[in-house]
């Protein structure tokens, strides 16, 4: 759920901006500097992260840790310290990935930033796996990326209610990751 000053924000889909790629690389260097050695790597995630493909304009991070029950309590230190705030909802602490129940952190940007979500996942585990199929698989992949892009947007047209919006779309993405899987076992991705 998004904080209050989020919810202010009206949300829509919008064409690919080619500025999420350099706004991502700032959010990147931010996170590298404040969360040091604890960040095994930064990634670009989401739709944000695939050229020509239709988004919210809500930038997607994955940080990768070794082990987030070593470090939660320091990540989470250092990123309320620059004003980030951990999501509290139970779905942005334990997500479903390949039948696996994974430990995950969300954090939402300062009051005021870029908006964005950090997702701070294992590295390793089968979510980080995921968000970095989602991605690969889209931008290997055009009829997939622009079939996914008019999806959304005739979604977001029909439903402009945010939860619904991501309820109705969780279905939606477990089939087009069904399709990701097939083509990474085809061309023998590894993340």
Same mark, same amino acid.
């Given at each position: 759920?998004?904080? %209050?000053?989020?919810?202010?924000? %009206?949300?829509?889909?919008?064409?690919?901006? +080619?500025?999420?790629?350099?706004?991502?690389?700032?959010?990147?260097?931010?996170?590298?500097?404040?969360?040091?050695?604890?960040?095994?790597?930064?990634?670009?995630? $989401?739709?944000?992260?695939?050229? $020509?493909?239709?988004?919210?304009?809500?930038?997607?991070?994955?940080?990768?840790?070794?082990?987030?029950?070593?470090?939660?309590?320091?990540?989470?230190?250092?990123?309320?310290?620059?004003?980030?705030?951990?999501? +509290?909802? %139970?779905?942005?602490?334990?997500?479903?990935?390949?039948? !696996?129940?994974? @430990?995950?952190?969300?954090?939402?940007?300062?009051?005021? $930033?870029?908006?964005?979500?950090?997702?701070? @996942?294992?590295?390793?585990?089968?979510?980080? !796996?995921?968000?970095?199929?989602? @991605?690969?698989?889209? @931008?290997?992949?055009?009829?997939?990326?622009?079939?996914?892009?008019?999806?959304?947007?005739?979604?977001?047209?029909?439903? %402009?209610?945010?939860?619904?919006?991501?309820?109705?779309?969780?279905?939606?993405?477990?089939?087009?990751? $069904?399709?990701?899987?097939?083509?990474?076992?085809?061309?023998?991705?590894?993340?």
């Amino acid at each position: 759920m998004p904080f %209050p000053d989020e919810s202010a924000r %009206p949300w829509q889909i919008v064409p690919h901006q +080619p500025a999420w790629s350099a706004e991502f690389e700032r959010l990147a260097t931010l996170l590298h500097a404040t969360l040091g050695a604890l960040a095994v790597a930064v990634d670009h995630v $989401g739709s944000t992260s695939v050229p $020509g493909l239709a988004a919210k304009d809500v930038i997607d991070v994955q940080v990768r840790v070794a082990s987030l029950a070593d470090a939660e309590e320091q990540i989470t230190t250092r990123m309320t310290g620059i004003g980030f705030r951990l999501r +509290p909802e %139970p779905w942005n602490h334990r997500e479903v990935s390949r039948g !696996r129940t994974c @430990r995950k952190l969300v954090f939402a940007p300062p009051v005021g $930033g870029r908006p964005a979500n950090v997702h701070v @996942r294992e590295q390793g585990g089968p979510n980080a !796996r995921y968000a970095l199929l989602f @991605r690969d698989y889209l @931008r290997a992949t055009p009829e997939a990326r622009a079939a996914w892009g008019a999806f959304k947007r005739r979604l977001a047209e029909d439903v %402009p209610d945010l939860s619904a919006y991501g309820q109705i779309k969780a279905p939606a993405t477990d089939v087009l990751m $069904g399709a990701a899987e097939l083509w990474a076992e085809a061309n023998r991705w590894k993340p």
